[in-house]
């Protein structure tokens, strides 16, 4: 066999941006024999002999340069460029020289080169692949590289001997050339690595380029019509997109997800539809079944805000996982949280790993202090609007956008998170309607949201994945058994609420303020069953709607303990944020931090200023304006 290009053997070839091939190491003559017409290779001087040149051109691939085939003079490990001359019946190549004064090198793996993409087509076959690493996962056998491709992420297994790390060279992030056979693993494709190699340039970059091309394009979220038409949700719109198209890029990254959420209904209907469309969109690029599991986390926050507490075990065991498993530092996504001041102690804890942060919330925000530690930042008040365009509202869309397919899985989840954080929003109506079409009237809402409180308030900080997925009714399988717990956990939940209230109402204290509003008071420390169901805030929530439900009127309520209280109102402008932020101010020493929305909120202080607190509290609730349209209670139109 001899090339048939028209360079003549032993000379100078002209210039022209020639392709110079460099084979692997662990190439044979199978892989070379394609690219022999019009093909030049690297190769290395093995030997010098009196009529010629030894050269390897990789592993498997030895030949001789007859003198007469030779422009230059070269010792043993000095390079030049060949093509092939002639393959013997008996094995025996040969080779000339060619100069190439101006060519660019391709790398050549051995076997057929593929996409990660194609792996399925080709199980049983031996193949390259390019990609970067994503993911170095040490087992108890071989050493586990996961590599990307332009669409996906595929598990290769290197084993060097049981437990010790294969190819140390290999780090996170590098571009490298996986040779190896297609295997399927637990019904998982798998490659069975026999070879793994950084890419040097220009591979390297031409990779990278493909890589990111794919990215910006796989990325973009769907474009999918919002579930209810709202002038004031079409603001956020953008916003909404961009978290989207972000949450797709780290997927693609290889990056895991840390989700932290309040653990109250609306958290719970930001979360779960969330979570839902992430894991299903992390299988279709993770050929690693566990994936879902491994790269996605969902976890609630009792405060409302990121406690120290909670950033410290996030990133104990992001660190953990880095180190256990190989794993990149996760990106943090905090729903129905994140946009207060008091977050960024825990946000700046965070900056000093490089971990990206997303917020999606809807309660009073902070911009100035926040932002500068947030990649995005999405809260109605930013747009001019307000609490009643809840987060779970807002992130059913954003899973929608990243899984359009699971849409009709989620047209009763807006409502019941609105219905739990008691929005007025003009569009609750068309929520409730199309929660109807699948099943749901208000009534059975309401309850479904009873039934996420109680089962969160028992699972503290546990996320309860398949339990609060059957209780919601999303990703799951039962909707019997999804029937059966909303009714045991409802009717739970109005027991224990009834029970508390038999115990509280008769020491709630009265008093009407200068604005002509009801304010009622009671002491949640002494005069509530303690570390039962329904805790502090939801016993004066209940309180306050018997309170709107009896009187009609504008209606303050507070609950208060040793060194906290938690408020309602209905028909008064409290403005809590700026409330705290005053009492911040004026009481110096007292430790003022806190809270919420306009009308729902809670305030800390230190124990031995309570009643300075109180008093302060109090006289600006008398100031405040009353207002009609601004409602928290759970009570119906008709009931009120």
Same mark, same amino acid.
């Given at each position: 066999?001899?090339?048939?290009?028209?360079?003549?053997?032993?000379? &100078?070839?002209?210039?022209?941006?020639?392709? /110079?091939?460099?084979?692997?190491?662990?190439?044979?003559?199978?892989?070379?024999?394609?690219?022999?017409?019009?093909?030049?290779?690297?190769?290395?001087?093995?030997?010098?002999?009196?009529?010629?040149?030894?050269?390897?051109?990789?592993?498997?691939?030895?030949?001789?340069v007859h003198t007469s085939n030779l422009v230059g003079s070269y010792d043993v490990g000095d390079d030049l460029i060949v093509e092939l001359v002639e393959i013997r019946d008996n094995g025996d190549v040969s080779f000339a020289e060619v100069q190439v004064a101006?060519?660019?090198?391709?790398?050549?793996?051995?076997?057929?080169?593929?996409?990660?993409?194609?792996?399925?087509?080709?199980?049983?076959?031996?193949?390259?692949?390019?990609?970067?690493?994503?993911?170095?996962?040490?087992?108890?056998?071989?050493?586990?590289?996961?590599?990307?491709?332009?669409?996906?992420?595929?598990?290769?297994?290197?084993?060097?001997?049981?437990?010790?790390?294969?190819?140390?060279?290999?780090?996170? #992030?590098?571009?490298?050339?996986?040779?190896?056979?297609?295997?399927?693993?637990?019904?998982?494709?798998?490659?069975?690595?026999?070879?793994?190699?950084?890419?040097?340039?220009?591979?390297?970059?031409?990779?990278?380029?493909?890589?990111?091309?794919?990215?910006?394009?796989?990325?973009?979220?769907?474009?999918?019509?919002?579930?209810?038409?709202?002038?004031?949700?079409?603001?956020?719109?953008?916003?909404?997109?961009?978290?989207?198209?972000?949450?797709?890029?780290?997927?693609?990254?290889?990056?895991?997800?840390?989700?932290?959420?309040?653990?109250?209904?609306?958290?719970?209907?930001?979360?779960?539809?969330?979570?839902?469309?992430?894991?299903?969109?992390?299988?279709?690029?993770?050929?690693?079944?566990?994936?879902?599991?491994?790269?996605?986390?969902?976890? @609630?926050?009792?405060?409302?805000?990121?406690?120290?507490?909670?950033?410290?075990?996030?990133?104990?065991?992001?660190?953990?996982?880095?180190?256990?498993?190989?794993?990149?530092?996760?990106?943090?996504?905090?729903?129905?949280?994140?946009?207060?001041?008091?977050?960024?102690?825990?946000?700046?804890?965070?900056?000093?790993?490089?971990?990206?942060?997303?917020?999606?919330?809807?309660?009073?925000?902070?911009?100035?202090?926040?932002?500068?530690?947030?990649?995005?930042?999405?809260?109605?008040?930013?747009?001019?609007?307000?609490?009643?365009?809840?987060?779970?509202?807002?992130?059913?869309?954003?899973?929608? &956008?990243?899984?359009?397919?699971?849409?009709? #899985?989620?047209?009763?989840?807006?409502?019941?998170?609105?219905?739990?954080?008691?929005?007025?929003?003009?569009?609750?109506?068309?929520?409730?309607?199309?929660?109807?079409?699948?099943?749901?009237?208000?009534?059975?809402?309401?309850?479904?949201?009873?039934?996420?409180?109680?089962?969160?308030?028992?699972?503290?900080?546990?996320?309860?994945?398949?339990?609060?997925?059957?209780?919601?009714?999303?990703?799951?399988?039962?909707?019997?058994?999804?029937?059966?717990?909303?009714?045991?956990?409802?009717?739970?939940?109005?027991?224990?609420?009834?029970?508390?209230?038999?115990?509280?109402?008769?020491? /709630?204290?009265? #008093?009407?303020?200068?604005?002509?509003?009801?304010?009622?008071?009671?002491?949640?420390?002494?005069?509530?069953?303690?570390?039962?169901?329904?805790? @502090?805030?939801?016993?004066?929530?209940?309180?306050?709607?018997?309170?709107?439900?009896?009187?009609?009127?504008?209606?303050?309520?507070?609950?208060?303990? @040793?060194?906290?209280?938690?408020?309602?109102?209905?028909?008064?402008?409290?403005?809590?944020?700026?409330?705290?932020?005053?009492?911040?101010?004026?009481?110096?020493?007292?430790?003022?931090?806190?809270?919420?929305?306009? /009308?729902?909120?809670?305030?800390?202080?230190?124990?031995?200023?309570?009643?300075?607190?109180?008093?302060?509290?109090?006289?600006?609730?008398?100031?405040?304006?009353?207002?009609?349209?601004?409602?928290?209670?759970?009570?119906?139109?008709?009931?009120?």
């Amino acid at each position: 066999m001899s090339p048939s290009n028209d360079t003549a053997r032993g000379v &100078m070839a002209p210039d022209g941006g020639a392709v /110079v091939y460099d084979l692997a190491s662990d190439c044979t003559l199978a892989d070379l024999e394609p690219l022999a017409d019009d093909g030049r290779f690297h190769a290395t001087v093995n030997g010098v002999v009196e009529y010629g040149l030894f050269v390897d051109l990789s592993d498997a691939i030895s030949g001789l340069v007859h003198t007469s085939n030779l422009v230059g003079s070269y010792d043993v490990g000095d390079d030049l460029i060949v093509e092939l001359v002639e393959i013997r019946d008996n094995g025996d190549v040969s080779f000339a020289e060619v100069q190439v004064a101006d060519y660019e090198t391709t790398s050549v793996g051995h076997g057929k080169q593929i996409t990660v993409e194609e792996l399925d087509a080709h199980t049983g076959d031996t193949v390259y692949i390019d990609g970067r690493v994503v993911q170095v996962k040490q087992t108890g056998g071989p050493t586990i590289f996961h590599v990307r491709g332009e669409g996906s992420v595929v598990p290769c297994a290197a084993f060097e001997e049981a437990g010790v790390r294969a190819h140390p060279e290999i780090e996170v #992030d590098d571009v490298v050339r996986v040779t190896g056979t297609v295997e399927t693993r637990d019904g998982a494709i798998q490659l069975e690595a026999d070879g793994i190699a950084e890419l040097d340039e220009p591979d390297a970059t031409d990779v990278q380029r493909r890589l990111d091309a794919a990215t910006k394009e796989i990325a973009q979220p769907h474009d999918v019509e919002p579930l209810a038409e709202w002038p004031a949700f079409e603001k956020l719109r953008d916003d909404l997109r961009d978290v989207a198209r972000r949450l797709r890029e780290t997927v693609l990254e290889g990056r895991p997800i840390r989700m932290r959420h309040h653990a109250d209904g609306d958290g719970l209907c930001a979360s779960v539809p969330l979570q839902y469309a992430l894991e299903r969109f992390i299988a279709e690029v993770h050929e690693d079944p566990e994936a879902p599991r491994h790269l996605l986390k969902r976890l @609630p926050s009792k405060a409302p805000f990121y406690e120290m507490e909670d950033v410290t075990r996030d990133l104990n065991f992001a660190l953990e996982d880095r180190k256990r498993h190989g794993q990149k530092l996760p990106l943090l996504m905090m729903l129905d949280n994140g946009s207060t001041e008091e977050d960024t102690p825990a946000y700046r804890n965070l900056t000093h790993y490089d971990v990206p942060i997303l917020v999606v919330d809807h309660h009073h925000p902070d911009p100035e202090a926040v932002e500068p530690l947030v990649e995005n930042h999405v809260n109605p008040y930013l747009h001019g609007e307000d609490y009643r365009i809840t987060t779970g509202m807002m992130c059913v869309e954003i899973a929608r &956008m990243i899984d359009p397919e699971i849409t009709d #899985d989620l047209k009763h989840v807006p409502a019941v998170g609105g219905l739990a954080d008691r929005s007025e929003g003009e569009a609750m109506p068309e929520y409730i309607d199309l929660a109807g079409e699948v099943g749901y009237d208000e009534t059975r809402l309401r309850e479904i949201g009873e039934a996420l409180d109680y089962a969160t308030f028992w699972l503290r900080y546990s996320a309860g994945r398949e339990f609060v997925n059957d209780i919601l009714n999303v990703n799951s399988d039962d909707r019997t058994r999804h029937e059966q717990l909303v009714d045991l956990l409802a009717e739970r939940a109005e027991r224990d609420v009834d029970d508390q209230l038999d115990a509280a109402m008769a020491h /709630v204290e009265h #008093d009407q303020l200068e604005n002509g509003a009801h304010l009622y008071r009671i002491d949640v420390e002494n005069h509530a069953k303690r570390f039962t169901y329904p805790a @502090p805030g939801k016993t004066t929530g209940k309180i306050h709607d018997r309170k709107v439900e009896e009187t009609g009127d504008p209606v303050i309520t507070i609950g208060v303990g @040793p060194d906290f209280t938690v408020m309602r109102s209905d028909g008064v402008r409290l403005d809590i944020p700026e409330m705290v932020s005053e009492l911040t101010a004026e009481l110096p020493g007292a430790g003022v931090s806190g809270g919420g929305h306009l /009308v729902v909120g809670s305030i800390k202080f230190v124990k031995g200023r309570r009643e300075d607190v109180l008093d302060a509290l109090v006289e600006k609730m008398s100031e405040a304006e009353l207002d009609d349209d601004l409602q928290s209670s759970a009570s119906l139109p008709d009931e009120a």
